[in-house]
């Protein structure tokens, strides 16, 4: 239980985003397929070797160049250039971006999170001893202390009342 509360919101949130991917990559195919302006998309043009080092491709119709994420819509070539007529897919790219920055932060190699974790740790040790497992019962160091003050006297304490119970009638 303790393993599944630990890992669950990960997963979770991690399975969610790749959910939404899908559903993103869903809805940009139907708009290329339906058609898209001129003026909607992004003309890269590239060499055969850049394609093969540059880009990072998802699929044959999907690529991400300089952390962001296009769909290609046409692909025309001339020579050893290729020209891609893209769709910038700024929701998928965001999508990316947060399933990064969550694996990241799961891995525990999140910049910002070692900083607030080494701040909070550093600030136990500042305030609690963390040799706590030192201490032994029977050591012939053991110092008895004399608890003889906390013993107070209270035969000087009165407990009948100041004066007698009024009379009633």
Same mark, same amino acid.
């Given at each position: /239980? $303790?393993?599944?509360?630990?890992?669950?919101? %990960? $997963?979770?949130?991690? %399975?969610?985003?790749?959910?939404?991917?899908?559903? *993103?990559?869903?809805? *940009?195919?139907?708009? &290329?397929?339906?058609?898209?302006?001129? +003026?909607?998309?992004?003309?890269?043009? !590239?060499?055969?070797?850049?394609?093969?080092?540059?880009?990072?491709?998802?699929?044959?119709?999907? %690529?991400? =160049?300089?952390?962001? /994420? =296009?769909?290609?819509?046409?692909?025309?070539?001339?020579?050893?250039?290729?020209?891609?007529?893209?769709?910038?897919?700024?929701?998928?790219?965001?999508?990316?971006?947060? /399933?990064?920055?969550?694996?990241?932060?799961?891995?525990?190699?999140? #910049?910002?999170?070692?900083?607030?974790?080494?701040? *909070?740790?550093?600030?136990?040790?500042?305030?609690?001893?963390?040799? *706590?497992?030192?201490?032994?019962?029977? @050591?012939?160091?053991?110092? &008895?202390?004399?608890?003889? !003050? $906390? &013993?107070?006297?209270? @035969? @000087?304490?009165?407990?009948?009342?100041?004066?007698? #119970?009024? +009379?009633?009638?």
């Amino acid at each position: /239980m $303790l393993l599944v509360s630990l890992t669950a919101p %990960f $997963l979770g949130t991690y %399975f969610f985003l790749h959910y939404n991917t899908n559903k *993103i990559r869903k809805e *940009i195919a139907g708009m &290329i397929l339906s058609g898209l302006d001129k +003026k909607d998309l992004v003309v890269l043009k !590239f060499t055969r070797e850049e394609t093969e080092t540059r880009l990072n491709w998802k699929h044959a119709g999907e %690529f991400e =160049y300089s952390s962001q /994420m =296009y769909d290609i819509v046409e692909k025309h070539q001339d020579g050893d250039t290729v020209w891609y007529y893209c769709y910038q897919d700024h929701k998928e790219t965001r999508l990316n971006n947060e /399933m990064k920055r969550l694996v990241t932060r799961a891995a525990g190699k999140d #910049p910002c999170q070692k900083s607030q974790t080494e701040k *909070i740790v550093n600030f136990f040790k500042t305030d609690y001893q963390l040799d *706590i497992f030192n201490w032994k019962p029977y @050591s012939p160091q053991t110092t &008895i202390f004399n608890f003889s !003050f $906390l &013993i107070f006297n209270y @035969s @000087s304490l009165s407990l009948s009342p100041p004066a007698p #119970p009024p +009379k009633l009638g």
